[in-house]
Each structure stands twice: as structure tokens, then as C-alpha cells.
């Protein structure tokens, strides 16, 4: 068994109204409609708030600050899962509204925002123009894998999960609540991004995290779509064990573009009303092709 398992196993035992989940916190969801929606989730105690991811663009993350500053508490921290513009493109409209908050990221997510090392910080400012930050404001403290995050009635514990969906991933879990946060490791009918290429240890991370949580059967609330159940998990693996399936026997002699559209017809069809998680024209045509090079790389 790995650490990260071995963790995990010693760790464990649904603009959306708020669901009160226990009486230590409740949490709100701020998501815009349409392609390309993502979830800042709110988390609010008696004496204040904590905030987990700000939203892709400054005008979101501008709205879903509104809507914490509404609750009329103090911030007492920003959480980052993931080192994907999307999930941190609002953060310098956060930290204007909230100029003294603290923003918390693993070291390797804090790493990929200061470097670009994917260079998804320069896309998106190409794509958003002046709805992205000139100069990307950057984490100010680091959590590791095990710590247990406390801010007031609020204690998550941090579980960095390292690469698959995104080349760092940390999903947080209240024990108090039985709620676990699972940044983009999941979503809930949405057509996933696959472009990293790591479907292989995105699986692996699926199955560890769910091995460990299953039989406490927490509420998920995911990166993208509403807050649901573990079944999520089992969701998403079929998903990409359908996908790797289906396009192996053809990675490996060769991959037509027609090919590639024709899976991702396919996919529509076994997948439908599953709207994008970026506003990425042919997304699931991307996917197919990505998976197909990771198979053909022998992932």
C-alpha cells in the first residue's frame, strides 16, 4: 500500500441556496451557468468564512466575492485545490475584496501558478483579455499532505493527491461534517478536461480516495457540478475506463481525426447534457486525442 493510501485509510472511518450540512458549517455554492461553469464553495461557521477555489475570470470572481461579503463575516482563509486557471483566475478580486485574507495552496500548486510551468495562466489571459489579471496573485502559505487546517468551528484535513486531472490535485475533509471536497478529482455532468494526458493515475487517485472514503459515505462536493454523493467517484472512473477502452485497440495503430470525432460523437450520445468544464470548442475531440497519445506513450 502507498503512503498516500495508507493516509488516506487512517484518515476516513447536493447562483445554489445553502445546504447545512451540520452545525459546525454550512456551505454555499457560487457557480455561473452555461460551458465552462466552476464551483467557489463557501464554508461558514458562526464566526466566519472559509473559501475554497475563486472562479476562472475577475468579473466571477468579482460576483462570487459579493456573494461571501453578503454573509457579513470575516474570511478567514482561501483554499486552492488545483493549479488550473479556472480555479484561481478570480483570486485577485477575492484579495481586493478581502485585502488581509491568507490564500493556502500545496507547494507544487503554488509552484505551477508562480512559473506557468503549464502555461494555462498565459491561454487564459489570451482568452479573457482584460477579465484575467495582468501579474496572477500567488499563495501566501503552503499545506502539506496529512495537515489539519483549522479556522475556528472549521478543521479540514488536506490530502494532497498529487498528479492526474491536473498536476497537482488536494481534496480537504471535514470529519465533523463527513464532507469532503474534492476539487476537480471529480465532477458531477460535466464533460471532464482530460488534456493533461494523466487519465492513468487520474484512476489510480479515483480509486485510493475511494476505497478510503466509501465507507464513510461523505457528501462530495466537486469541482464542477452540484454536490452529490460518493457515487461520483464510481461515475467517474467508468467514465474513463470507457474512454481508455474504447479508443486503446486504435492508439495503437494509428489515430484519424475522423476517428477522433467519431468517439467523441460517441460520447455525446452515452454522455449527454454533460456541458464542458472550460469553454474549450471540441473538448471532447481534445480528450479523445489526448487519451489516445497517452495510450500510444504506453500510459
Not at 459546525?24 to 455561473?32: H, I, L, W
Not at 508562480?114 to 483579455?129: C, E, H, P, S, W
Not at 479515483?206 to 457540478?225: F, R
Request: glycine share 8%; hydrophobic share 45%; aromatic share 8%.
Amino acid at each position: 500500500m502507498s503512503k498516500f493510501a495508507l493516509l488516506l485509510t487512517l484518515f476516513a472511518a447536493a447562483i445554489t441556496p445553502t445546504h447545512a450540512i451540520a452545525q459546525s458549517f454550512s456551505v454555499e455554492r457560487f457557480a455561473q451557468d452555461g460551458d465552462g461553469s466552476v464551483n467557489t464553495w463557501i464554508l461558514e461557521s458562526e464566526n466566519e468564512v472559509v473559501v475554497i477555489d475563486t472562479q476562472r475570470s475577475l468579473s466571477a470572481g468579482a460576483a462570487a466575492a459579493e456573494q461571501v461579503k453578503a454573509i457579513g463575516k470575516p474570511v478567514a482563509a482561501i483554499l486552492l485545490t488545483h493549479p488550473h486557471p479556472d480555479h484561481f483566475g478570480g483570486l485577485a478580486s477575492f484579495i481586493a475584496a478581502f485585502p488581509e485574507v491568507p490564500v493556502y495552496a500545496s507547494p507544487k500548486t503554488a509552484e505551477i501558478m508562480r512559473t506557468d510551468g503549464n502555461g494555462f495562466i498565459a491561454m487564459t489571459k489570451q482568452v479573457l483579455g482584460s477579465d484575467a489579471p495582468d501579474q496572477q496573485p500567488l499563495p501566501t502559505l503552503h499545506f502539506s499532505d496529512g495537515d489539519t487546517l483549522t479556522f475556528g468551528a472549521i478543521k479540514l484535513k488536506v490530502e494532497n493527491i498529487g498528479q492526474g486531472e491536473a498536476d497537482a490535485m488536494t481534496v480537504f475533509y471535514s470529519f465533523q461534517e463527513n464532507a469532503l471536497f474534492a476539487g476537480d478529482i471529480v465532477d458531477n455532468k460535466m464533460t471532464p478536461f482530460l488534456l493533461e494526458g494523466h487519465t492513468a493515475q487520474w484512476l489510480e487517485q479515483l480509486e485510493q480516495v475511494k476505497g478510503a472514503y466509501d465507507a464513510a459515505n461523505p457528501l462530495v462536493y466537486p469541482g464542477h457540478g452540484q454536490q452529490a454523493t460518493m457515487a461520483l467517484f464510481d461515475k467517474q472512473i467508468g467514465m474513463l475506463r470507457w474512454l481508455r477502452a474504447r479508443i486503446g485497440s486504435l492508439a495503437q495503430n494509428g489515430f484519424s481525426e475522423e476517428e477522433a470525432t467519431q468517439i467523441a460523437a460517441e460520447y455525446d450520445r452515452r454522455y449527454p447534457n454533460h456541458p464542458p468544464v472550460a469553454a474549450i470548442p471540441g473538448l471532447a475531440t481534445l480528450n479523445v486525442q489526448a487519451v489516445a497519445e497517452e495510450l500510444s506513450a504506453g500510459q
